[in-house]
């Protein structure tokens, strides 16, 4: 357990539909990144959060949003959704907003759109 | 912009043979490297790490030695077992301005280890 908690696993959808993916970060970790896995692009880094605020954003579409709340979870909303979006996406979260040496990832949701 | 290219997969290896995955980057300055392993059906988990040039990351057997020269990763095990078949990748550190913390992937190399 690397201590970064993602939910759901897996996740079934039609195309147009919208759904929020929920990260809990490492206790103590302030900064929240969510990285998309899919086989063509590979890991793409999405979107990162630190304290609440967002820190940078990635090749994260327009569709596609996130937030951290003031307990430091954040959730990964994405709507519209179109039958190229299925792919894993992962959570992971650090200590620090900058220069972090690596972070923790989690064990990733799987979305798959039909 | 910054990136990682590595090896091509999948590798597939005899238990015991050596394994060297290459990994090169491009990128301004100095980002710390990254080597990330994905067993099947889990998530990420950071394998080893090299925050400066000449620097050998090293865990579980396998190491790598941050090249600035040659701009370079490269994975090495001396003796692999089965139980190392996973996706492995490279990975490295933004440092300047908005992709600074973030990392930067290769598009990962699965390493398959025949008994």
């Known amino acids: ?114 | 912009g910054d990136s990682v290219t590595q090896m091509e997969g999948p590798v597939t290896l005899s238990e015991e043979a050596f394994l060297t995955i290459n990994c090169t980057y491009t990128a301004t300055g100095y980002p710390s490297l990254f080597w990330y392993v994905q067993y099947p059906g889990e998530g990420l988990q950071l394998l080893l790490k090299a925050t400066k040039a000449d620097d050998k990351g090293s865990n579980k057997g396998f190491e790598a030695t941050y090249r600035k020269e040659t701009t370079s990763f490269h994975l090495e095990k001396g003796s692999v077992q089965v139980s190392d078949s996973a996706v492995y990748f490279c990975a490295l550190e933004g440092i300047h301005g908005g992709s600074q913390g973030n990392l930067i992937f290769g598009k990962g190399t699965k390493l398959s280890v025949k008994p």
């Open chain 1, 1 to 114: 357990d690397s201590g970064v908690t993602q939910t759901p696993k897996h996740l079934i959808t039609a195309t147009g539909q919208r759904v929020t993916l929920r990260c809990s970060p490492r206790s103590g970790d302030l900064s929240v990144y969510w990285y998309q896995q899919s086989l063509d692009q590979g890991l793409q880094f999405l979107i990162q959060y630190y304290n609440g605020e967002e820190r940078a954003k990635g090749n994260i579409l327009e569709r596609f949003s996130a937030q951290q709340f003031p307990d430091l979870h954040s959730e990964l909303n994405l709507s519209s959704l179109e039958l190229g979006d299925s792919a894993l996406y992962f959570c992971a979260s650090s200590a620090t907003g900058g220069r972090n040496y690596g972070y923790t990832f989690g064990s990733g949701t799987r979305l798959t759109v039909v």
